[in-house]
């Protein structure tokens, strides 16, 4: 299963860092992804690391604001968002893979969580 937390309410220009705890997968994740959803639009990729090399995607909308990363066991992905801005509001969504895949491709992506809420407003 996957659980999200971390989300909130946070003014322009602050930070967030989500987490994404997957676990009792039959075989282990590759890839994790955070996709996210604003107000009004379809769901697109935000980041993605492989677990295998540690090597990490981002939209472009939050190169050099986001960063993506695991702990030790590998069993956490966070989500470091800096520097908010409005258009970031969305529902976040932590998915997993379990074979390998690089990018945003949401048929590859086979364990999703519920979503967490992030609301960035002044």
């Known amino acids: 299963q996957i659980v999200e937390s971390g989300g909130g309410l946070v003014q322009p220009g602050g930070s967030l860092r989500l987490s994404c705890a997957a676990s009792?997968?039959?075989?282990?994740?590759?890839?994790i992804a955070w996709f996210r959803r604003a107000p009004g639009k379809g769901r697109e990729g935000v980041s993605y690391?492989?677990?295998?090399?540690?090597?990490?995607g981002y939209v472009d909308s939050v190169k050099g604001r986001f960063a993506i990363s695991t702990d030790n066991a590998k069993d956490t992905v966070f989500l470091q968002m800096d520097s908010l801005k409005l258009e970031d509001t969305a529902v976040y969504y932590c998915?997993?893979?379990?074979?390998?895949?690089?990018?945003?491709?949401?048929?590859?992506?086979?364990?999703w969580g519920q979503g967490t809420q992030v609301t960035v407003s002044s």
């Open positions: 998915a997993a893979a379990v074979d390998y895949t690089l990018g945003f491709r949401e048929f590859e992506y086979s364990h």
């Open positions: 009792g997968f039959t075989l282990p994740w590759t890839t």
């Open positions: 690391i492989v677990r295998a090399d540690q090597s990490t």
